[in-house]
């Protein structure tokens, strides 16, 4: 491989990883933090910037390794991302026909989903507190088997 090109799609990977933690820090992240890596992607995307217009690469070739990269680079930064994010406590609003009530409440019991319900007219209002990713995705499927109407809410973390 060319050594234009192979530091031309090291260069792009690492900009499009910086550019992605950027975008989250300055959405998730505090003002210091946010800061530095807006820094760092504008200060290597200026870099690219220069190589492209010097580098001895087609356009179609720019444009392929640029494609690639990003979506590789977004790819595993969301990943990780997604690895690193702590579970917390969601609320879990459900509505159903009250008929089927009952057969709810056991499956959600049975899946270790603490709930209640109450009977409002021909309806059954559940509330379930699920304490992971996968509780909040096994309450759901359950309710989508009653063509449960559902708001589900996450708790803020305490300052």
């Given at each position: 491989m060319n050594t234009a090109i192979l530091l031309f799609v090291i260069c792009t990977l690492a900009?499009?990883?910086i550019a992605t933690i950027k975008s989250v820090m300055t959405i998730k992240g505090g003002k210091v933090a946010?800061?530095?890596w807006n820094a760092l992607s504008y200060g290597l995307y200026s870099y690219i910037v220069i190589m492209t217009a010097n580098a001895d690469i087609?356009?179609?070739g720019k444009v392929l390794i640029t494609v690639g990269c990003?979506?590789?680079g977004v790819?595993?930064?969301k990943l990780v991302?997604?690895?690193m994010r702590k579970d917390r406590l969601w609320k879990i609003e459900m509505t159903i026909y009250s008929t089927n009530a009952d057969k709810m409440h056991q499956e959600l019991e049975n899946a270790g989903i603490p709930n209640n319900?109450?009977?409002a007219g021909r309806h059954a209002i559940f509330n379930c507190f699920c304490d992971t990713?996968?509780?909040s995705a096994n309450a759901l499927a359950i309710g989508k088997t009653y063509n449960a109407k559902t708001f589900a809410s996450e708790t803020k973390l305490n300052p």
């Open positions: 900009n499009v990883v946010a800061s530095i087609s356009t179609l990003n979506l590789i790819f595993f930064v991302e997604e690895k319900y109450v009977i990713q996968s509780d």
